[in-house]
Each structure stands twice: as C-alpha cells, then as structure tokens.
C-alpha cells in the first residue's frame, strides 16, 4: 500500500518554511490527539502520521532525502517499523510536546494556594536621581530606597497560617512534577494543583496570602563620580 505524501497530510507545499511547517504541525496535532478523541482509532492513526511526516519534514537532512527520493529515500530512517516515525530521533521534541499540548494536561501555575516551584527573574528597576550642582563637581555617595519581596515574618516564609503549615500535594504526591504518556510519547510537567512546589497551603497567611513573601524596601548606596553629565546612567 503506498503511503500519502508528507507535505499532503501535514497540509503545506513542498517549499515551505520551518516556522509554518511547525505551524501547521501543532494545529493538526492538536486537532487528532488520541486524548481529545478518545476511542477514535482513525483519529490516533491519523496522529501517528501527521507526526510521522512532521519528524522527516523537521529534520533538515531526512527532508532532503525526502525532496529527492520520496519514501524510497527514507529507507529505515524514518521508522522503527512498518509506517512507524523514529521518535527517538525528534531530539528536543519534548518540550514541543510541552508547548503543543499544555492545555489537555493544564497550565503551570499553581492554584489553590499553591506556590511556585521555581522564582523567576524580575524586571529591571530604574529610578532618576537629581543632585545638585556641587555634587555634579565633587561626586557623591546617596541612598536610595527601592521595592523588594522580603520574607513574611508572620509565617517565617512558609505560607502557612500560624499553628498550621504546608501539606503535601495529594495529586503529585509531593514530587512536584506529574508524568504524562501517551504512545510514544512521555513528559514532565510542573503539578498544576501545586504549581511545582510539592506542597498545598490549605490555611493560608493572612498577611502574605499564602505567597510566604510581601513587599519591602532595601536600601541601596550609590557612588556618583565628579563631573558626572545630565543623563547619565549607573547601572548596580
């Protein structure tokens, strides 16, 4: 029997570039996943072959092979068996898979009084600073006062209310981290019921909210040099 040709099935022409490749990919995928069509046989057979055709398609060298023999240039690359896409080959595939499928499995962020397992960055602060002019000539040394998230001293950073404290998360049991299979395919995820952090707060800090941090100052000294000019930037 002889099979489809890739670019039909993922729905693209033969030129096309490897964000719309992808594009194209992620709205088949998610249209015929096997969660979203339980029971569905040609659904799932239809997903094993939109990924199949997108695992040769994305590889740059397979997809060369492909232009120029067809099927025929595959040979054993393209499967671990008759039909089937090498999944091993896909490298980074399963953070596509986070990307393409994190709304059956559910978002990252905790709830419930969850708190999140990993602190992100925060945004660069900027502040303007007038001195006067004998300062702009012999330099200076002020202090300047700017926000930060300081540890909640009512719950001493747990988040817990007092005579209470966190209990671990009945759905990942505590790890922080809930595995997903399906097929192939297998993946981590943050727990969406406590955001990655193991552990619910069912009572929470009525001063922090349960966040086990609130807002504060620091204080920060600034060295100026002489003759700085209007405008200038210091960077801490």
Do not use: W
Request: net charge positive; with cysteine; aromatic share 6%.
């Amino acid at each position: 029997m002889s099979k489809r040709d890739f670019y039909e099935v993922l729905g693209v022409e033969r030129g096309v570039s490897e964000s719309e490749l992808k594009k194209a990919y992620r709205k088949l995928a998610l249209e015929c996943h096997p969660d979203r069509n339980p029971g569905d046989t040609a659904a799932e057979e239809r997903f094993k072959l939109v990924s199949e055709a997108y695992a040769v398609l994305s590889d740059a060298e397979k997809r060369a092979r492909y232009d120029r023999f067809g099927h025929a240039g595959l040979g054993g690359a393209a499967g671990g068996g008759p039909g089937g896409a090498d999944f091993g080959d896909l490298g980074n595939f399963g953070d596509l898979f986070n990307d393409l499928f994190g709304d059956i499995f559910g978002g990252q962020g905790g709830r419930g009084g969850s708190r999140r397992g990993r602190g992100q960055r925060g945004a660069d602060l900027r502040y303007n600073l007038e001195i006067d002019l004998v300062d702009v000539l012999h330099g200076c040394e002020p202090s300047i006062k700017i926000p930060k998230m300081k540890r909640c001293e009512s719950c001493a950073g747990s988040g817990a209310a007092e005579g209470s404290k966190p209990v671990r998360c009945d759905r990942c049991q505590g790890s922080g981290q809930l595995v997903f299979q399906q097929g192939f395919f297998r993946v981590n995820r943050p727990c969406d019921r406590c955001g990655g952090a193991g552990e619910i707060i069912e009572n929470p800090c009525p001063r922090c909210r349960g966040a086990g941090r609130v807002e504060g100052q620091q204080t920060i000294h600034l060295k100026v040099p002489p003759g700085v000019e209007d405008g200038a930037r210091l960077r801490v």
